[in-house]
Nanobody, 120 residues
Framework: QVQLVESGGGLVQAGGSLRLSCAAS????????MGWYRQTPGKQRELVAE???????NYADAVKGRFAISRDNAKNTVYLQMNSLKPEDTAVYYC??????????????WGKGTLVTVSS
């Protein structure tokens, strides 16, 4: 079993910053891509940013220049530094990781989500 535990969400004023963390634990042989998604009521979950095991990074257009994703492979952790936050960034943020288990079984795992609220 694999668990992803997010932390760092909360309430912040527009223009402020938050840093999200997501730590993966359990039966992990290798982590492939790790990323952050977000979802608001009535909308589909959307990609915010992802980073591959090789370090390639992809951002949603809405967050380019404001958010930065990084990962610490030694800690099985991915981070999302969010700067210049806007009210439209308000959402539940979910961590995602592609995991290969010791038995070479690969699948995607999701965290339970952390709420980010940006007030105007």
């Amino acid at each position: 079993q694999v668990q992803l535990v997010e932390s760092g969400g909360g309430l912040v004023q527009a223009g402020g910053s938050l840093r999200l963390s997501c730590a993966a634990s359990g039966r992990i042989f290798r982590l492939n891509a790790m990323g952050w998604y977000r979802q608001t009521p009535g909308k589909q979950r959307e990609l915010v940013a992802e980073v591959t095991s090789g370090g390639s990074i992809n951002y949603a257009d809405a967050v380019k220049g404001r958010f930065a994703i990084s990962r610490d492979n030694a800690k099985n952790t991915v981070y999302l530094q969010m700067n210049s936050l806007k009210p439209e960034d308000t959402a539940v943020y979910y961590c995602n990781a592609g995991v290969v288990t010791p038995g070479w079984y690969a699948m995607d795992y999701w965290g339970k989500g952390t709420l980010v609220t940006v007030s105007s």
